[in-house]
């Protein structure tokens, strides 16, 4: 361990909840840890399908039990801890990497919207891990502080703005974001935490340098799921009987539609 937990103070956390989001600007697993993680992310990167984007690896763990390694973490799970509490449920993951020159843009939206009311509360802390240096030129992400009392914006189809989308979605309402955003700038191994229903996206990567983060997504397990459709890991703590939970490593002859 490099940090005694928890990782977050008092007035982190407040900055968190008032802010919707706050940045861990800090090296979060050990060197060694984090060096063994990207070597295993790499692994994965170049056994990727030919006709896959990397921006698309969706809730990889489901297919590669390695990543409870991180996913399961102390390190990470000690930042989610003074926000959540100490029952903690991993409900999802994703890498999202943009290449170099390449790299596609992510439109403005709100996790949440996506969620629908699968979840009461809607209570979600994504820890980005980044991969990668991210700053401005490679496309980092960013923010609009404080929307995340609300959680559930109208939305409408784009398709391409300044390139291609990562997905087809973005919320309606949004000639203001351009001056209210704020850049979430990480150092490899550093992260930022977000709340589900903050407003975010990013810009296309155009620049030389590969821009990758690992999301990992928990919420408390005193959280009602009211569809279950998505396999769920008890992380830390005790369960309240909410939900059923699967055993980490297992495998599923369906995999393939989530990948």
């Not at 990727?48 to 390190?75: T, V």
């Amino acid at each position: 361990m490099i940090a005694n937990k928890p990782r977050l103070s008092d007035k982190d956390v407040k900055k968190y909840y008032e802010d919707g989001f706050f940045c861990f600007n800090k090296p979060v697993l050990s060197y060694e840890k984090y060096l063994k993680l990207k070597s295993h992310f790499e692994g994965m990167l170049s056994s990727l399908n030919k006709d896959m984007r990397p921006e698309s690896m969706d809730r990889p763990h489901i297919r590669d039990a390695a990543l409870f390694e991180w996913l399961f973490a102390d390190e990470i799970l000690d930042l989610v801890e003074p926000i959540l509490g100490p029952d903690i449920v991993l409900y999802s993951s994703h890498f999202i990497c943009k290449p170099a020159k390449n790299g596609m843009r992510v439109p403005w939206h709100e996790d949440s919207s996506y969620w629908g009311s699968r979840l009461t509360p809607m209570e979600v802390v994504t820890v980005w891990l980044a991969m990668d240096d991210s700053n401005e030129k490679n496309g980092c992400m960013r923010v609009i502080p404080g929307t995340h009392q609300n959680g559930y914006s109208n939305y409408e189809n784009v398709i391409e703005v300044d390139g291609p989308n990562v997905f087809s979605n973005e919320i309606v309402d949004r000639e203001n974001f351009d001056r209210l955003n704020v850049p979430l700038i990480l150092k490899e191994n550093e992260a930022s935490l977000h709340d589900g229903k903050i407003i975010h996206g990013s810009d296309a990567n155009s620049s030389q340098q590969r821009r990758c983060g690992f999301t990992m997504r928990y919420i408390s397990a005193q959280t009602k799921i009211t569809e279950d459709d998505f396999e769920l890991y008890l992380a830390r703590g005790n369960s309240h009987g909410k939900a059923s939970y699967l055993e980490p490593g297992l495998t599923y002859k369906d995999h393939e539609k989530y990948w």
